[in-house]
């Protein structure tokens, strides 16, 4: 049976992207590989709305996020960890395992976070002791997008550098990387890209390449500076996840077709007509209604039911729907409706939720 993902990542990967990674491999030292890596570049730098080099490297989302701590700043060195859920703990975190002093500025889960109350802590740091601020843009694990235009605003007033987690948001919702003045960027293949999980893009400017020079952190395979090298001939130090350039690529023609700014439209109507229809269940939504996202939705379980009972009765219908995470395993289940999803999936989806929870209800 054919099941449809509503979970935030990995996303259901079109047809024509499938299709495209059907194809022997070639030379990643070869001018057909640069052709390749070139469309795949010029559409992730339109996707990420910047003039940067984006690097494209074979890994998680997470380890992309790891770059941004081991390139930008050294161990010791003061790290802003802005965290309203499980992925900016996670970035935290990974600031911590590289031995970074790191003070959180958290919000409870299903909130935030507030653009004046980060202006009032960057403020009262007169000495620029704070090297690093670290934001997610779209927090999947709450269903909760940030407003990183304002936040963004707010930390150019500092001379910290500005790394944020997009990894469930970038091509889904708008990031104007280079008009927001955001130094590095991280997402991942398997959300809004519409490809296989297996690589992560990061944009870096100028500002975050100075800073990666002066960084005294241990660093190898994660280093920026071995792709820096091979900028101009579009080859990377490591080899590069071949097959996925073929997806990238088919997946960038099918978002050009599309058009960005209709990308975004679309995900809103979805996201709408999910948290609409979430409603005329009867059930409650998660998060705030101010910062709701167009990725992600977190439904509250109704009293006495267990959320993993009815993502197991909803999947016996043939749609996947995700868990909570973090404390909030007993409490809510996520509907993921990024990339290659559909009004009629998310329509489909919500059906199958409403007849599993009658089911259930006997
Ligand atoms: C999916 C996701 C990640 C990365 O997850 P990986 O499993 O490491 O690819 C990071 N941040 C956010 C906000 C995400 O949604």
Redesign the pocket.
């Known amino acids: 049976m054919s099941e449809i993902l509503l979970i ?2 990995p996303t259901p990967v079109p047809p024509a992207v499938l299709k495209a990674m059907d194809a022997q491999m070639i030379n990643h030292r070869s001018a057909e590989f640069t052709a390749l890596a070139k469309e795949c570049h010029e559409g992730l730098q339109w996707i990420f709305q910047t003039q940067n080099h984006v690097i494209i490297m074979p890994c ?4 992309g ?1 790891e770059t941004a701590v081991v390139n930008l700043v050294s161990p010791g060195d003061h790290v802003l960890a802005c965290t309203i859920g499980a ?1 900016g703990d996670r970035f935290a975190k990974a600031a911590e395992a590289y031995g970074c002093k790191v003070e959180k500025m958290e919000e409870p889960w299903g909130r935030a976070i507030d653009p004046q109350k980060l202006a009032a802590r960057l403020a009262e740091d007169k000495q620029g002791s704070i090297k690093l601020i670290l934001v ?1 843009h ?3 694990s709450t269903g909760i997008t940030n407003p990183l235009k304002e936040i963004a605003a707010v930390c150019r007033n500092h001379p910290a550098l500005l790394a944020v ?1 997009a ?2 948001s970038l091509g889904a919702i708008d990031l104007k990387t280079d008009e927001w003045g955001i130094d590095v960027v991280v997402t ?1 293949s ?2 809004a890209l519409m490809c296989p ?1 297996g690589f992560c893009a990061i944009s870096v400017n100028g500002r975050a390449w100075e800073a990666c020079e002066k960084s005294k952190m241990p660093r190898l395979y994660f280093d920026w500076r071995g792709y820096k090298k091979q900028i101009a001939k579009l080859h990377t130090p490591y080899t590069p996840a071949v097959s996925l350039y073929y997806a990238l690529a088919a997946s960038l023609k099918l978002i050009r077709e599309e058009g960005l700014e209709k990308a975004f439209a679309r995900h809103a109507r979805v996201a709408r007509i999910c948290r609409e229809g979430v409603k005329e269940l009867g059930l409650e939504l998660f998060a705030d209604p101010n910062h709701f996202s167009d990725t992600v939705t977190a439904v509250k379980a109704p009293s006495g039911v267990d959320p993993a009972e009815l993502r197991k009765a909803v999947r016996q219908k043939g749609f996947v729907l995700a868990g909570g995470q973090g404390h909030l395993v007993d409490q809510i289940f996520r509907i993921g409706h990024l990339g290659y999803i559909s009004e009629a999936d998310v329509r489909s989806g919500l059906k199958a939720i409403g007849e599993a929870l009658a089911q259930i209800r006997g």
């Open positions: 935030p990542g998680a989302g997470t380890g996020l992925f997610t779209n927090e999947t987690d990894v469930s991942g398997q959300k999980p």
